[in-house]
């Protein structure tokens, strides 16, 4: 019977063309020589069997960033792009795995959204390889995913509207709506420091910045940088102003997260921050995404080496999906 | 927990009350009534849950409808259970032998009589199953008020896991809890169903 022979024939013809497609992607990056390179970055060898060989090899990898925080990750809808400190960090990360500058690196970079509260399933199902989305590094966390950096400190401030003028610190919040992102820092952090406040959580700081516009609360707390982020994205909306009460608590180191236990790729990541910081990448990047929300470029932060933490005793590798991505 | 079971008893009453309403639309000899019914059940039925809560809380905004979370999440989980009921009561009035309502005509009642004294007193009895089972999806349902940050069952489990970084036992935890809400509320319904089931 001729139609299944021909069937058969048109099958294994686009698999093998598959196949040659797959094959020619393989192309080895470190085999391409690369003169323009900047800061001794063109063509690194990587050891054997870490990540970084293995990201090489694969000649791409996934960063998990936020797409909703202007100044950090913001997804600009125009070009389909992300854009922010958080994306340039992943950048120059990316030009030491694969050679090349930041934005050749970039190329080869798939950034996906990592709302807050899913950045350690992702790490630990190894959806991503590596979460910076302001994540700010805290001992609970270490127990599930590691952190390199920190690349950047910034404080928790509060956010009301511009005619507000009840609250002034983080103790007048007792009593309050405070809206903030669940699964954060900066949920715990109030609940400790404002034990009576009236705690409101969603997903999204876009989603905080609604309610606060819309009198739902009467504050939104977080790191000032987002904060700072939120208000300027007001001011272009248009509507009734936010300003930030500029009364910082706690500090916030944010971080690069990556899989627990990967020390190699955690030391090489280390290594690469305490580059930038010192040849002026790292405040290029912050004058080019944060410096334009009006934010001086501060003193690069100090990278804390941790030995490792012993791993939280639950024996299952699966994480728990959120509840919010229940149709 | 108390707040999960607040949630689904007012949302079911509201849904109940509103749902026959519309099944009673449907049936009625005015045209719009019909019309109205059948794109209310349409629509409702078709959007998925999540998108009709964050819609209401956020998006309604804009039309100077702002409602706190937990009225929301009532409003929003009433509409969408209210459109199920629609169907199931209309079916129920369909296994109604037409017979009754001719009677009923014959006797002089109006419409709206037919169908309270008559109709769905009987349509009802064959409902119950239908009903129940809206019943219990309502109750797993009502975790998507969490989405609006109301502190139910599901909410609870999100903040518990952010103080203890410990998401499988906190969640299986709640997944108990909700089972202790649906295996009683099924073994209450079906006693019911045994109860008015018609003898054929």
């Given at each position: 019977m001729r139609r299944p022979r021909r069937l058969t024939t048109m099958v294994v013809a686009s698999l093998s063309l598959l196949g040659l497609a797959a094959c020619g992607s393989d192309d080895d990056p470190a085999v391409t020589p690369d003169?323009?390179?900047?800061?001794?970055?063109?063509?690194?060898?990587?050891?054997?069997?870490?990540?970084?060989?293995?990201?090489?090899?694969?000649g791409s990898m996934t960063i998990g960033v936020k797409f909703d925080l202007p100044g950090f990750g913001l997804r600009n809808p125009t070009t389909g792009e992300v854009e922010g400190f958080d994306v340039e960090i992943g950048k120059l990360m990316a030009a030491a795995v694969f050679g090349g500058t930041a934005d050749e690196a970039g190329e080869k970079v798939k950034f996906v959204e990592a709302i807050s509260a899913n950045r350690e399933p992702f790490l630990e199902n190894g959806q991503v390889d590596l979460v910076i989305s302001t994540y700010t590094i805290n001992d609970a966390r270490k127990q599930r995913v590691g952190f390199a950096g920190p690349y950047f400190v910034a404080r928790q401030d509060i956010m009301v509207k511009a005619s507000d003028t009840s609250i002034n610190s983080v103790e007048d919040l007792n009593g309050k709506n405070v809206c903030t992102v669940r699964g954060s820092?900066?949920?715990?952090?109030?609940?400790?420091?404002?034990?009576?406040?009236?705690?409101?959580l969603f997903d999204l700081y876009s989603q905080c910045a609604e309610a606060l516009g819309d009198g739902r609360v009467a504050a939104v707390s977080t790191d000032n940088t987002i904060l700072a982020g939120l208000v300027q994205a007001r001011a272009a909306q248009g509507g009734d102003p936010f300003k930030l009460v500029e009364a910082?608590?706690?500090?916030e180191p944010y971080g690069i997260g990556l899989a627990k236990g990967d020390e190699a790729f955690r030391?090489?990541?280390n290594d690469r921050l305490e580059e930038i910081f010192a040849n002026g990448e790292w405040a290029e990047a912050?004058?080019?995404?944060?410096?334009?929300?009006?934010?001086?470029?501060?003193?690069?932060?100090?990278?804390?080496?941790?030995?490792?933490?012993a791993a939280a005793p639950t024996t299952t590798t699966t994480a728990a999906p959120t509840a919010s991505s229940v149709p | 927990?108390?707040?999960?079971?607040?949630?689904?008893?007012?949302?079911?009453?509201?849904?109940?009350?509103?749902?026959?309403?519309?099944?009673?639309?449907?049936?009625?000899?005015?045209?719009?009534?019909?019309?109205?019914?059948?794109?209310?059940?349409?629509?409702?039925?078709?959007?998925?849950?999540?998108?009709?809560?964050?819609?209401?809380?956020?998006?309604?905004?804009?039309?100077?409808?702002?409602?706190?979370?937990?009225?929301?999440?009532?409003?929003?989980?009433?509409?969408?259970?209210?459109a199920f009921v629609a169907e199931a009561v209309r079916a129920g009035i369909n296994t109604v032998a037409g017979g009754q309502a001719e009677a009923a005509r014959a006797l002089g009642l109006t419409f709206g009589q037919t169908l309270r004294e008559v109709v769905l007193p009987q349509a009802f009895r064959s409902v119950?199953?239908?009903?129940?089972?809206?019943?219990?999806?309502?109750?797993?349902?009502?975790?998507l008020a969490s989405l609006l940050s109301v502190v139910d069952l599901t909410e609870a489990a999100n903040r518990l896991t952010t103080d203890t970084a410990q998401p499988v036992p906190v969640f299986l935890g709640a997944a108990g809890a909700y089972l202790l809400l649906t295996f009683p509320s099924g073994a209450v319904i079906a006693a019911i169903e045994r109860r008015v089931a018609i003898k054929r």
């Amino acid at each position: 019977m001729r139609r299944p022979r021909r069937l058969t024939t048109m099958v294994v013809a686009s698999l093998s063309l598959l196949g040659l497609a797959a094959c020619g992607s393989d192309d080895d990056p470190a085999v391409t020589p690369d003169t323009t390179g900047d800061g001794g970055n063109a063509a690194p060898q990587h050891a054997a069997g870490t990540t970084m060989a293995e990201l090489q090899s694969a000649g791409s990898m996934t960063i998990g960033v936020k797409f909703d925080l202007p100044g950090f990750g913001l997804r600009n809808p125009t070009t389909g792009e992300v854009e922010g400190f958080d994306v340039e960090i992943g950048k120059l990360m990316a030009a030491a795995v694969f050679g090349g500058t930041a934005d050749e690196a970039g190329e080869k970079v798939k950034f996906v959204e990592a709302i807050s509260a899913n950045r350690e399933p992702f790490l630990e199902n190894g959806q991503v390889d590596l979460v910076i989305s302001t994540y700010t590094i805290n001992d609970a966390r270490k127990q599930r995913v590691g952190f390199a950096g920190p690349y950047f400190v910034a404080r928790q401030d509060i956010m009301v509207k511009a005619s507000d003028t009840s609250i002034n610190s983080v103790e007048d919040l007792n009593g309050k709506n405070v809206c903030t992102v669940r699964g954060s820092t900066s949920e715990k952090n109030v609940r400790a420091q404002a034990p009576q406040a009236n705690v409101t959580l969603f997903d999204l700081y876009s989603q905080c910045a609604e309610a606060l516009g819309d009198g739902r609360v009467a504050a939104v707390s977080t790191d000032n940088t987002i904060l700072a982020g939120l208000v300027q994205a007001r001011a272009a909306q248009g509507g009734d102003p936010f300003k930030l009460v500029e009364a910082p608590f706690s500090d916030e180191p944010y971080g690069i997260g990556l899989a627990k236990g990967d020390e190699a790729f955690r030391t090489f990541l280390n290594d690469r921050l305490e580059e930038i910081f010192a040849n002026g990448e790292w405040a290029e990047a912050f004058e080019s995404t944060l410096g334009q929300l009006g934010l001086r470029t501060p003193e690069p932060p100090t990278v804390d080496r941790y030995s490792d933490v012993a791993a939280a005793p639950t024996t299952t590798t699966t994480a728990a999906p959120t509840a919010s991505s229940v149709p | 927990m108390r707040t999960t079971v607040a949630l689904t008893v007012l949302s079911f009453t509201v849904a109940l009350v509103f749902g026959t309403a519309v099944a009673a639309g449907r049936v009625s000899p005015v045209r719009p009534l019909r019309w109205a019914g059948a794109l209310w059940v349409e629509i409702v039925r078709n959007t998925p849950l999540s998108v009709l809560m964050v819609m209401f809380f956020f998006g309604f905004t804009k039309f100077g409808v702002i409602y706190p979370a937990f009225t929301s999440a009532v409003i929003v989980l009433s509409a969408y259970t209210s459109a199920f009921v629609a169907e199931a009561v209309r079916a129920g009035i369909n296994t109604v032998a037409g017979g009754q309502a001719e009677a009923a005509r014959a006797l002089g009642l109006t419409f709206g009589q037919t169908l309270r004294e008559v109709v769905l007193p009987q349509a009802f009895r064959s409902v119950v199953g239908p009903l129940g089972g809206l019943f219990i999806a309502l109750i797993k349902n009502s975790s998507l008020a969490s989405l609006l940050s109301v502190v139910d069952l599901t909410e609870a489990a999100n903040r518990l896991t952010t103080d203890t970084a410990q998401p499988v036992p906190v969640f299986l935890g709640a997944a108990g809890a909700y089972l202790l809400l649906t295996f009683p509320s099924g073994a209450v319904i079906a006693a019911i169903e045994r109860r008015v089931a018609i003898k054929r």
